[in-house]
T-cell receptor
Framework: DAGITQSPRHKVTETGTPVTLRCHQT?????MYWYRQDPGHGLRLIHY???????DKGEVSDGYSVSRSKTEDFLLTLESATSSQTSVYFC???????????FGPGTRLTVL | GIQVEQSPPDLILQEGANSTLRCNFS?????LQWFHQNPWGQLINLFY???GTKQNGRLSATTVATERYSLLYISSSQTTDSGVYFC????????????????FGQGTILTVHP
C-alpha cells in the first residue's frame, strides 16, 4: 500500500463546531483525494489535489474546504459541522502518470 | 456525470462456488479499479484494469473498454471473500486530463457461507 494514515480515526463532535481531518502519506504521490462513504451512496469525491497548493472541488464539496501545504499532507476541514456530514471519510493517493488509487483506513465522523 | 452500475447488488454463495460481478460504465475511461471492502471497512485494491485481462490467484478481471464494461471473476470462493466489491472508473476531461478522479458504483455485497 501507499503508506497512508488518517487522523483521527474516530471523532464525535457537535453541530456547528469546526473539524479538521488529516491525511498523511509517505510515498511522495502527487495526487490526493478525499471521499465520503454513506449507505446507499457508495463513495463520493469531496475534493482532490493535483499538487502542493493545487486543489479542486469534487462531486460533493459544499460545506468542505481543503488545504495542501506540502506533498505528504492533505487536510479536510468542515468549517461548521452539520449532522448531514456524519459519514466515513476516506483519503486516497495516486502517483503521476499512473492513476491507481490507494486508500487510507478511513475516519468515522459523527456529528450530533 | 459518469454513471457506474454494478450488478448484482447482492450475492450469496456457498464456499467453493464461482461468481461473476459486472460493472457497466457510461464513458470512455482511462482508469478502472476493483476494490474489496472488508467487514472492518478497509478498502483493498484488487485490480487496476482500464483495459485487458488480469489474474491474481483466485480472482481475475476483464475490462472491455470499447463496450464499456468490466467483469470480476471469483473462483472457489471462501468466507474471507465476503464484503462489498466496488468498481470505480475515471474518465477523461475535455482538456485531456482527469487527475485520476474516480466515480464509484454502488457495490456488490457478497456473502459466502461455509
Amino acid at each position: 500500500d501507499a503508506g497512508i494514515t488518517q487522523s483521527p480515526r474516530h471523532k464525535v463532535t457537535e453541530t456547528g463546531t469546526p473539524v479538521t481531518l488529516r491525511c498523511h502519506q509517505t510515498e511522495n504521490h502527487r495526487y490526493m483525494y478525499w471521499y465520503r462513504q454513506d449507505p446507499g451512496h457508495g463513495l463520493r469525491l469531496i475534493h482532490y489535489s493535483y499538487g502542493v497548493k493545487d486543489t479542486d472541488k469534487g462531486e460533493v464539496s459544499d460545506g468542505y474546504s481543503v488545504s495542501r501545504s506540502k506533498t505528504e499532507d492533505f487536510l479536510l476541514t468542515l468549517e461548521s459541522a452539520t449532522s448531514s456530514q456524519t459519514s466515513v471519510y476516506f483519503c486516497a493517493t495516486a502517483r503521476q502518470g499512473i492513476y491507481e488509487q490507494f486508500f487510507g483506513p478511513g475516519t468515522r465522523l459523527t456529528v450530533l | 456525470g459518469i454513471q457506474v452500475e454494478q450488478s448484482p447488488p447482492d450475492l450469496i454463495l456457498q464456499e467453493g462456488a464461482n461468481s461473476t460481478l459486472r460493472c457497466n460504465f457510461s464513458v470512455s475511461v482511462n482508469n478502472l479499479q476493483w476494490f474489496h471492502q472488508n467487514p472492518w471497512g478497509q478498502l483493498i485494491n484488487l485490480f487496476y484494469i482500464p483495459s485487458g485481462t488480469k489474474q491474481n490467484g483466485r480472482l481475475s478481471a476483464t475490462t472491455v473498454a470499447t463496450e464499456r464494461y468490466s467483469l470480476l471473476y471469483i473462483s472457489s470462493s471462501q468466507t474471507t471473500d465476503s464484503g462489498v466489491y466496488f468498481c470505480a472508473v475515471g474518465g477523461m476531461n475535455a482538456g485531456g486530463t482527469s487527475y485520476g478522479k474516480l466515480t464509484f458504483g454502488q457495490g456488490t455485497i457478497l456473502t459466502v457461507h461455509p
